[in-house]
């Protein structure tokens, strides 16, 4: 009853989610998780040494980063475990600080950035340019609650997707040419173990997030912040 009682704001977002999952209101935030995917690619790829080349999301959500260099074990693992750290991040920010307009006016422009330097299909720099440019409006005339709680959905988009996209890429259909696929072809085993594997370190990072980062309360005043 406790926990219900200090956290009913993201069982109600969660819930929320869940419910919506299948239906097109959710859709551009999972084209935006997607977005995270393929930008933990990338920063993966310049952070070892590479250079990336080509980064496009689709309306069928999915996408890719073409690049040339880097290590490769580590980009390609970068996918999902990394734009789950990023949501994990989000959520902990918009939890535990009062920076949530100012990271989300970061967000956008590293979207814009992005954007700028490796999109050239036209879907994707529509969806880059309008997310980018609406977190810069978000963050400038909109109260730091409305950031705080855009923070937050952003995040636990992330926590319920990168999971399930887990299990379905590379465990339920793992002929499909997904990273652990291209994983198990470079480095061997099969794609079914790097997914398991992905899986197993992806709950224990939400089982972490859940366990010590919520703390005793995380229901957000929207009166108390107003007034900061």
């Not at 994983?183 to 709950?203: D, I, Q, R, Y």
Request: net charge positive.
């Amino acid at each position: 009853m406790q926990l219900v009682k200090g956290h009913w704001q993201l069982i109600a977002i969660t819930c929320v989610l869940f419910l919506l999952w299948n239906t097109p209101v959710v859709i551009p935030l999972k084209i935006l998780v997607v977005f995270l995917h393929e930008l933990a690619h990338a920063v993966a790829t310049v952070l070892t040494g590479g250079s990336v080349v080509d980064l496009s999301i689709s309306p069928q959500q999915g996408g890719h980063v073409i690049s040339r260099g880097g290590n490769r074990f580590i980009t390609l693992s970068a996918g999902y475990l990394g734009s789950l750290l990023i949501g994990i991040t989000l959520l902990m920010i918009a939890l535990r600080t009062n920076a949530d307009r100012a990271v989300l006016a970061l967000f956008g422009c590293l979207t814009l950035l992005v954007a700028l330097l490796y999109v050239r299909d036209w879907f994707a720099l529509f969806f880059c340019a309008a997310t980018g440019l609406g977190m810069l409006a978000i963050a400038r005339y909109l109260s730091r609650p409305v950031n705080d709680m855009i923070l937050r959905v952003i995040g636990l988009s992330s926590i319920i997707y990168v999971p399930y996209d887990i299990f379905d890429d590379t465990i339920r259909r793992s002929g499909v040419r997904s990273d652990a696929y291209m994983l198990a072809e470079e480095f061997g085993g099969p794609t079914m173990f790097w997914g398991a594997l992905w899986l197993v370190l992806s709950l224990g990072a939400i089982f972490c997030c859940v366990r010590y980062g919520l703390g005793e309360n995380s229901n957000l005043s929207f009166r108390e912040k107003a007034r900061n």
